[in-house]
């Protein structure tokens, strides 16, 4: 009997080592995993020759830190196995969608984004928004249909409401919108575009990508970035988790109707992305990463600079949210709305923030670490999973955050910038996972016998997550969708791709 | 409420001085570039093919560069410091070709004709639309509205409705799944109406310009009034074109 493959975090396989299963044992193999407690953290299918197919499965431990691979061959159907393994069903309607293959079984087999099936490149482009959505019907109940053009400056999506009145029974979300085609632009590259494209798969988390990016393609050079390359990414990366959560917070606020801290933390967001334009020049860290390191140094009279602003924006940023977590009007507002059971979150395979708030054990820092994750100790962690949960999570993150980038300011190690790429190594397999601000970022990559990308596949945590919120909805009113909806502030362009 | 005022008071005054006063950015922040074409090499094509997005041409021996395209990734710096990236944040341009970057200077946005003038210039609705857009240009088009930049007082707003608004402002390559939406907006907004390009994906597809799935920006499916270049464009950046094309810079 073959074994299935074990592998961490920023590693690689040869092709060779690993070894087809059938597909039953593929299939049982994967549900015993689930059930001892590994979670589905990627799953794809890549062409092989003469219309097979190799379907792809990673299996992240989160208690060991180590990743098991699973992988069997397929031709034009493969048995779902989403009835028994929920946070299976969007992978298994992703394989669908982009190779035209048909997960035998599959509980309810609607589009995913839209795309075009990648082996009938001529055919026909389906319709955005349009599928067969589940519906909840009686006499009583109305479906209140929103997007994809919505009301503030916010990227497209379509929600449905199935609802009773004010109560929501179910929320129906369709994505695609913003489908670009990433994963497809990816084939055969490294190109000279790719790194650009990475960095806008999810334009709030450019650091997270281009740091799964970077380590992937280093991994495959068999180099490793310098240790003061890694602290600059990390540093980065923590700016880019501090931005976004405080943005958060401004935004639960004014959707809470407390404009004090929406205001400040509005402005204070945008301070913080000056941080990172100081270091590298982009609000949004375009153009910091580069595969073997950094393109961008501090000296110390920056860092010591940087320390000093950052004291200011901690001030602003502890007094802003001293205010939102202590009036009784805004956590009343919070508690106990869009509940998500850890029960519910671990079938549907949440991760980050959102996994976290609903009390489980899910940050990579911790449980599978990069580089310079070393000093990480501390998860962040809530229980009951409402949007209070959530929001008071932030505030814990942040606070951790900020000692972080606090950390790495005073003590950059020494050393290089970065380190030659030479090319890629042929016919293997590399894993690199980074915890981006949401969560979960997960990049394999597959590469041909020239040492390309054969197969470039992305997670981005909102994959996972949307099925939360969705979740989280039901049963409460439909005027608390804005409020859940931000308590989550998932993307739609990493869904997308 | 004590707790409010008191706070209120030591977050102070955050809305900046500008356009009285100009923006201080980032050392490193890499606005308009400059080309100095005396001392471009022969022959030497690197800057060109150095340039993810195919921005750079030689013409007549020296870079031409499309503003369009650039995603200001300073590929392009060579040696011989020939493109220089410069801290400008002034980039916004009312026409496509005028983006083209050479030995002249770049013809920043002229502002609205006077009719059009008469009726935006005070009061400007905007429904901003994402086709595409990876959300960096659209956090920093919404950052316009926190009180650093507090758009409201130049009488400007973004609004929730087309059929309140004078001109779209959209972001991203246009994806063909967000196409028709992006065209029914656009339809539903009442005329005279506006067309504002916000970031390299909406002006020429940025780095998406070569995907099946979008186009190449939203100048080959609507007539645009204001491109403003940029991956993401600074906030400054997009605000400066705004008050331009309403004649208030």
Known sequence: ?????????????????????PVEEFASRLLHSVADGLRVSAYFARPRQEGQFDLICLLANDNSGKLQLLQTRISECFPSLAAQCPQLQLFEREVAEQFGLQPVGHPWLKPVRFERNWREEEAPAPLAGDFSAYRVEGEEIHEVAVGPVHAGVIEPGHFRFQCHGEEVKHLEISLGFQHRGLEKLLCGGPHKLSLKQIEAAAGDTSIGHACAYCRNLETLAGVQAPERAEALRSLALELERLANHVGDVGALSGDTGFLPTASYCGSIRGNILNLTAELCGSRFGRGLLIPGGVNFDLNPDECRKLLERLTVIEHEVNGALALFYDSPSVLARMDGVGILSAEIATELGLVGMAARASGLHRDLRLTHPGPADGDFIEMVRQKRGDVHSRALLRRREIAASFAMVRQLLQKLPDGDLRVALGPLQPNRLAVAMVEGWRGELVHVVVTDGRGKFD??????????????????LRGQQISDFPLCNKSFNLSYCGFDL | MLKILS????????????????????????????????RCQNGCQSCADDCPTRAIELKEGAP????????????????????????????????RKNLFLGREELPLAESLDDKLKKLFGRSLKLRVVSAGGCNACEADCNVLGVPTYDLGRFGIQIVASPRHADGLLMTGPVTRNMQAALLDTYAALPEPKLVIASGACAIAGGPFCDSPETNSGVGELLPVDLYVPGCPPHPYTLLDGLLRLLGKR
């Open chain 1, 1 to 21: 009997m073959s074994l299935s493959m074990q592998l961490k975090n920023n590693s690689s396989l040869p092709l060779n080592d690993i070894h087809p299963l």
């Open chain 2, 64 to 95: 031409v560069l499309d503003l369009g395209r650039c995603l200001f990734c300073s590929n392009c710096v060579c040696p011989h410091d020939i493109i220089k990236f410069s801290n400008d944040y002034r980039l916004a341009v009312r026409k």
């Open chain 2, 7 to 38: 706070e209120r008071f030591r977050q102070g005054n955050r809305t900046s001085a500008f356009p009285r006063v100009e923006p201080v950015l980032s050392k490193r922040f890499r606005g308009l570039p400059q080309i100095d074409a005396s």
């Open chain 1, 455 to 472: 197969r470039y596949k992305l997670v981005d945590p909102s994959f996972h997550n949307w099925n939360g919120l969705a979740m989280a």
